[in-house]
């Protein structure tokens, strides 16, 4: 993997990609083998399975169900098993993060059961902190290799709002001006960023919603000005169709940000389907690769793809039933088909 001098490269690694120590060391692998840039972004997923056990956490603490509290530990020791494989020089560091990380969120979720509620702010709060933990461990491991690199807490810099039309939306300005100040005091040429969580302008955590980290890889490769995106997930790239349903499918090595748009429309589960609009607003090829077949290429989807295979791809949503209604009772009165 080499790249022209001068380049501003991101990368985004998911939950499987993340899921313990000998993923995480592989993801580590992967960012080291890379040369010749300035700048190389990686925006991480929480540990496969985490967001779940902290969303089951903040549920059954405000049920007054004690399990949480096993939930948690689990939870806990899950992170500090990977820190004990991948970190020497910085150990004891973790140690200290992760035992504070632990109280804070138990005193969360202790209030939750006290209050026998689950506000927004606390839920959204809660559930972010797996990306927190594992771009630390991330970083983490990068540093005790040796290298140099900062860690972003994406809550310190993304800005988000509520917009009635779109649910939740980016303030590129405001997020813009945070990115260059945070930049000005952190200087390394890796940067690990926190994927999947943000702030609201008066500082509270929000998230993008599930699976939203592949929009934090773009919103992010747009923010840094990259020259690319990579996505590494557990499938080699993009299919011409969904493998389970037919067997002929065949790998699409590149295809149009419209056809990707068409293809996240129509259900086909490659990206979150807001991940496409910031990286084709600025132009950034993004490619899919498989972070357990690196030497696969991938596919790449850009503004200029190749026109082979002509058709990239079919999908389909499943359980739709089409009904058919006439009559002469429909003619001229609207609303009554729908009723
Ligand atoms: N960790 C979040 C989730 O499980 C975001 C992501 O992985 O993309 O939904
Ligand atoms: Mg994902």
Redesign the pocket.
Known sequence: MSAPVSSILAHKF??TSMADATRIAHAAHLLLAETGFTAQVTVV??MKG???ALIRCAQLASKQDASWQSLLDDLLKRHRDAADSLLTTNRSDADDFFDTEGERLREVLHALSLLKSLPDTAFEWVQGL??VWSAYLLHAHLVSLGEQADYLDARKVLVVHDDNHLGIDIDWQASAANLKAWRAQHQANRVIVT??IASDIEGKARVLG?????WSGAIFAKLFSADELTIWTDVDGVLSADPRLVPEAEWVPSLSFEEACELAYFGAQVL?PRSLQPVMSANIPLRIRNSFKPEHPGSVISKTPSTQPPVKGVSAITDLALVTIEGTGLMGVPGTAER
């Open positions: 998911g939950g997923s929480a985490t967001t779940d797996g990306e994927g999947f599930r699976n939203g980290s592949d979150h």
